[in-house]
C-alpha cells in the first residue's frame, strides 16, 4: 500500500487549501458522508453510497457462546453430508477453526494422523468452503474467503476476482471491484448486517492470521466533481490519502498492540507529517475523533500515538519491562539496581525515572 507523498513544490499551496478547510479534516468519516449524501450540488455527486458493514462497531453477546452457536450449526450439517473417514477428517477441520471460522491448522498433520493422503484432506476441506452453510468456513485466509465468495456469487465474471483481490491490497481503486468487495463478508462467522447502536469506525485493521489489510471507510466512495466541486473533491481526496498514512504507520509500528501481544511503541504525530509532508496540526486534526476496529477491539486512532522516551521507547514499553522485573526478582531491589537491570535489557533510564515508574505501578496494584 502507497503512502500520500506531497511534493515540495507544491507543499505550500497545499497547505494553504488545507488549513482553510479544518472542518473537512475533523469530520469522522461517517459524518462527512451523511452531509455528501444530504447535499445537492450540481457540482458535486457521490456516486458510491455502499458502506461495508464492516465499519460498525460490534455489538454482541459475549464471543464464546457466538463462537459455539457457529460451530455447532456447522457440525449439523456436517453430520448430515459425510460419514466415515470424511467425517472424522471434517471434524478435525472444525476443531481448527478460529472464532471467525477460518482454518488454522495443518492439513499436513491431519492426514498424517489419519493415515490419508494430503489431497484427501483438501477435499473435505473444500466441500465443506463450498457446501456447508455459512459459506467459506474453513478457509485459510482472507484472500482465499473473498475469492470464494466473488466466484460464488459472480460466477459468469472471471476477471472480476483479481480485480477485488487488487483493492483488497490497496493496489487498485478500480469502481466495480470496490462496490463488490464493499458487499462482501470479511470473515465465515461474521454477524449478519450492522449493529443498530454503538456507532461506527473509520479505520478497519484485518488479520487472516498470516496478512494484514487497511480498510477506510472513505476507500469506498467515489465522488465526481466538476468546475467549483474540484477543490473539495482534491481536499476529500487528500483527507483520504493522509488517513491512510495514519493507518499504515500506525499498522507498521503497532502490529503487537493489535494483536494484544505487546505495549504500545512510541509513535509520534510528527512521524506521520514527516512522511505525508503536511504539518503536524493538520495531521492531529485528521486523527481526531477518528476510530479504528481492530483484532482487539475499537480504539481511537490518537490512543495509538505514544511519546518516546531518550531511548526511543514508549511509557508503556518501559512500565512493562518494569514490570516484569519486580514480578520475578525486583520486589527487594532498589530503584538504582532496578535502572541497572534495565539497562541490562538495553533500556537506559535513570534512577529518579525508575522511582517515578515504579510509583506508577505500584498505584494501579
Known amino acids: 500500500m502507497k503512502s500520500v507523498k506531497v511534493l515540495p513544490a507544491t507543499h505550500l499551496s497545499l497547505m494553504l487549501k488545507i488549513e482553510n478547510s479544518l472542518e473537512l479534516l ?18 458535486l455527486k457521490l456516486t458510491l453510497r455502499r458502506r461495508p458493514k464492516w465499519f460498525y462497531r460490534e455489538q454482541t453477546s459475549p464471543q464464546p457462546v457466538h463462537i459455539q452457536s457457529s460451530i455447532s450449526k456447522v457440525e449439523e450439517q456436517v453430520r448430515c453430508e459425510l460419514d466415515g473417514l470424511e467425517l472424522d477428517v471434517a471434524y478435525e477441520i472444525l476443531a481448527n477453526l478460529d472464532h471467525r471460522g477460518f482454518f488454522r491448522g495443518s492439513v499436513e498433520e491431519i492426514a498424517r494422523h489419519y493415515g490419508v493422503e494430503e489431497v ?28 470464494l465468495q466473488v466466484e460464488e456469487f459472480y460466477p459468469d465474471k472471471k476477471e472480476l476476482a483479481q480485480q477485488v483481490l487488487a483493492v483488497l491490497k490497496g493496489e487498485s481503486r478500480e469502481l466495480q ?26 479505520v478497519v485493521f484485518e488479520y487472516d492470521g498470516a496478512e494484514w489489510y487497511v480498510f477506510l471507510m472513505e476507500d469506498f466512495w467515489e465522488l465526481e466533481a466538476v468546475g467549483a466541486g474540484r477543490p473539495v473533491a482534491f481536499l476529500l481526496e487528500l483527507r483520504r490519502r493522509l488517513m491512510r498514512t495514519v493507518a499504515e504507520l500506525i499498522l507498521e509500528r503497532q502490529k503487537g498492540f493489535l494483536l494484544g501481544q505487546e505495549a504500545l511503541k512510541s509513535l509520534t504525530l510528527s512521524h506521520v507529517a514527516s512522511r505525508a509532508g503536511v504539518s503536524v496540526s493538520t495531521v492531529s486534526r485528521v486523527v481526531s475523533r477518528k476510530h479504528a476496529k481492530t483484532p482487539r477491539g475499537v480504539y481511537p486512532l490518537r490512543s495509538f500515538f505514544v511519546r518516546e522516551s531518550i531511548e526511543g521507547l514508549s511509557t508503556e514499553e518501559v512500565l512493562r ?21 534495565l539497562s ?18 505500584e498505584g494501579k496494584e
Open 177 to 202: 471491484a470496490r462496490r463488490v468487495l464493499s458487499e462482501l463478508k470479511l470473515s465465515p462467522f461474521e454477524e449478519e448486517g450492522a449493529p443498530a447502536a454503538g456507532g461506527s469506525v473509520d
Open 321 to 341: 519491562n518494569l514490570k516484569e522485573l519486580l514480578e520475578k526478582e525486583g520486589r527487594g531491589k532498589s530503584d538504582r539496581e532496578l535502572s541497572h537491570m
Open 344 to 361: 541490562q535489557r538495553g533500556i537506559k533510564v535513570s534512577r529518579r525515572t525508575v522511582t517515578k515508574y515504579r510509583r506508577i505501578l
Open 26 to 43: 475533523t469530520k469522522t468519516s461517517e459524518e462527512l458522508l451523511q452531509e455528501l449524501e444530504k447535499a445537492e450540488s450540481p457540482h
Open 120 to 147: 484427501f484432506v483438501e477435499e473435505v476441506r473444500d466441500f465443506i468452503r463450498r457446501e456447508i452453510e455459512p459459506l467459506g468456513v474453513a478457509c485459510k485466509s482472507l484472500e482465499e474467503f473473498i475469492l
